[in-house]
């Protein structure tokens, strides 16, 4: 039995779940000190999260940095670790070798798939506004693809737009993001 297999169901620590033995044929959270092991994502996800990750990159200004599939320590008790499909963080966040914490983050992004769209829809928002983190964008991929936009108003995230060709941003930088260019 792995170290993993062994604490499924007991509340672990911060320090517990990132010593954890590497695994990289699942995504491993940390959801209210509750192991949560899902699997990787279909292709199509794949497919849209790199090329958002390569639009965004491209325009991001030089203090910030975006990173695919990172630990992001929520800050929450119990303790709560996720790993959104994309998050953008200050520049000097690349030299922890620990979690990042959410006050270091200004957007996530999560592409939502069939195996985890409870937790997409509803609990991740939750958590990453209790976090503080002031923006999240949902995608949808699919035809036509979607992505919603949401900001952290007084503790809560309000949807700001709902796109479904261009997305056109001015936080947490100003972004340009083509929808039809993130699928085949």
């Known amino acids: 039995m792995s170290s993993i297999q ?3 169901g007991r509340r672990l620590t911060l320090q517990q779940f990132a010593d954890l033995p590497p695994e990289s ?3 491993h959270e940390l959801d209210e000190g509750i192991l949560r092991v899902s699997p990787r994502p279909v292709k199509l996800h794949q497919l849209a999260l790199g090329r958002l990750f390569t639009q965004i990159e491209t325009q991001l200004p030089p203090e910030l940095l975006v990173f695919p599939e990172i630990d992001v320590d929520l800050g929450l008790e119990p303790p709560t670790v996720r790993v959104p499909d994309l998050t953008v ?3 000097t966040t690349v030299y922890d070798d620990t979690f ?3 006050k270091d983050v200004v957007l996530v992004v999560e592409v939502v798939s069939p195996g985890s769209r409870r937790v997409d829809l509803l609990t991740k928002p939750e958590q990453y506004a209790r976090a503080g983190i002031p923006h999240f964008w949902r995608v949808v991929p699919g035809y036509p ?3 919603t ?7 809560n995230y309000q949807e700001v737009m709902h796109v479904q060709d261009v997305l056109k941003v001015d936080s ?3 972004l340009l993001i083509y929808l039809d260019a993130l699928l085949p």
């Open 149 to 155: 936009v949401f900001d952290l108003v007084d503790g």
């Open 172 to 174: 947490p930088c100003p």
């Open 145 to 147: 693809m979607s992505v």
């Open 6 to 8: 062994a604490h499924g």
């Open 25 to 27: 044929s699942f995504i």
């Open 89 to 91: 963080t200050a520049t």
């Open 100 to 102: 990042t914490a959410a």
